[in-house]
């Protein structure tokens, strides 16, 4: 096999993007799963409303409800209370005119009244036989005042949740209140993950001279988890050909996604690039981007392979930014741009324009000058601090050639990237 792309040229993120999303497709197997495991994942088909909600006109508060046309505005109004209705449990009798029933927050509302008060505004009897309502408040209530109407939220018939949205817990409460117990969704994304380099080594192991602990696996692990993916741990792979090839060979073979982080740029030790076009293709691999230039698409059979470099906040970076949303796309999810926010810079910057840029950063709101971010006070893709210290990422254009305190700059909330 040979590159389809030979990487002369940096690739803007668009242009990666561009490419490498023509060739995902969206899974197409599915399975039924429970709401209390759907969380995440991503719905196979639209959801039709079976019921109305609310299932019948209630009331939005805690009071009494009355036929608004037995109110005065002239004088005190006072009615006899001939009932109570409490939530789960409905009033059947008749309600006639010139009475009014005690009704809790949640009551189904009987046929007759057309308003409800709340218990706030009017005086009620000490053995509550009785209201009265001063004119001043009759003359501000309207006809379904603090009433929810049948139907108001969803009606019967309509979409509830559309095909390939993605699940949060508001979804599956809201497919909950339509008194449905499980859901068809895609199946889980396989992603095999695995990290490369003679110089890592797992925590918990004394370190030999020139080694370091490998954490790449621990921020990949737990962004995949968080989408939904089901997720193989190939652990740490020497920078030896006899290890590396039968492993991302074997781990193509039975996953949808091969993520590797490190071994993809162009030092003599750098094998993964070397094995995944001798075993599938390389579209391209180099990005002009920072951090993370060296970051490789391609594919061995009907896997995907996506190689990230081997500094933690160039790996998590390239994630968010490169790999999410292509992994969304093959979950049955439509990738869609991140968040920005324009805030003023509180920090000054400058740099060589040429390739689009992300400084690690932490917002802040100040009472007089409105929200300000600030950036960590080193810009090195190995400081892992960083990324614990940080709760968004600044974006510099291409074009961009500095920053001065007060400019106006884009802020990438990690909330809108999966990773809060």
């Not at 079976?50 to 002239?74: E, I, R, T, W």
């Not at 001043?136 to 939220?153: F, Q, T």
């Given at each position: ?333 439509e990738p869609v741009e991140p968040v920005r926010w324009q ?78």
């Amino acid at each position: 096999m040979s590159h389809r792309n030979s990487g002369d040229r940096l690739l803007t993120l668009h242009e990666a993007l561009a490419t490498a999303l023509k060739t995902v497709f969206p899974l197409h197997e599915t399975e039924t799963a429970s709401l209390t495991e759907v969380d995440g994942r991503v719905l196979a088909a639209d959801v039709i409303a079976q019921l109305d909600s609310p299932p019948h006109d209630n009331s939005a508060m805690d009071g009494f409800a009355l036929y608004l046309a037995d109110l005065s505005v002239q004088q005190p109004t006072r009615l006899p209370v001939i009932g109570r209705v409490l939530a789960g449990h409905p009033y059947s009798n008749p309600v006639p005119a010139g009475a009014a029933l005690r009704i809790t927050t949640g009551g189904w509302l009987p046929a007759g009244p057309d308003a409800v008060i709340m218990q706030e505004q009017c005086r009620i009897a000490p053995d509550e036989r009785w209201i009265e309502v001063d004119p001043a408040v009759a003359a501000k209530l309207r006809l379904g005042e603090n009433i929810r109407r049948r139907g108001e939220d969803v009606s019967v018939g309509t979409v509830l949740l559309p095909g390939g949205w993605r699940l949060r817990p508001q979804d599956v409460a809201l497919a909950a209140g339509q008194g449905i117990s499980a859901l068809d969704v895609i199946r889980r994304l396989r992603v095999a993950v695995a990290s490369t380099g003679d110089e890592l080594y797992e925590p918990g192991v004394e370190l030999p001279p020139g080694a370091i602990y490998e954490s790449n696996r621990r921020i990949l692990i737990g962004l995949l988890r968080r989408l939904g993916c089901a997720v193989t741990d190939l652990g740490i792979l020497r920078d030896d050909r006899a290890i590396i090839l039968p492993a991302l060979r074997g781990a193509a073979a039975t996953h949808d996604v091969l993520l590797t982080s490190g071994g993809v740029s162009v030092g003599t030790a750098d094998l993964v690039k070397e094995i995944i076009t001798e075993l599938g293709a390389i579209d391209f691999w180099r990005l002009a981007i920072k951090p993370g230039k060296p970051v490789t698409f391609g594919r061995i059979g009907d896997c995907l392979t996506i190689g990230l470099p081997g500094n933690p906040v160039s790996a998590m970076v390239t994630f968010l930014l490169f790999a999410r949303p292509l992994l969304l796309k093959q979950m049955g999810a439509e990738p869609v741009e991140p968040v920005r926010w324009q805030v003023s810079a509180d920090f000054a910057f400058r740099r060589k324009p040429g390739r689009r840029e992300w400084l690690r950063a932490q917002l802040r709101f100040d009472p007089e000058r409105g929200p300000l971010v600030g950036v960590y006070h080193t810009h090195s893709s190995a400081a892992l601090s960083s990324l614990a210290w940080a709760d968004g990422l600044v974006e510099l254009p291409e074009e961009c050639a500095g920053v001065a305190p007060g400019d106006p700059v884009n802020y990438l909330p990690f909330s809108g990237l999966g990773a809060e």
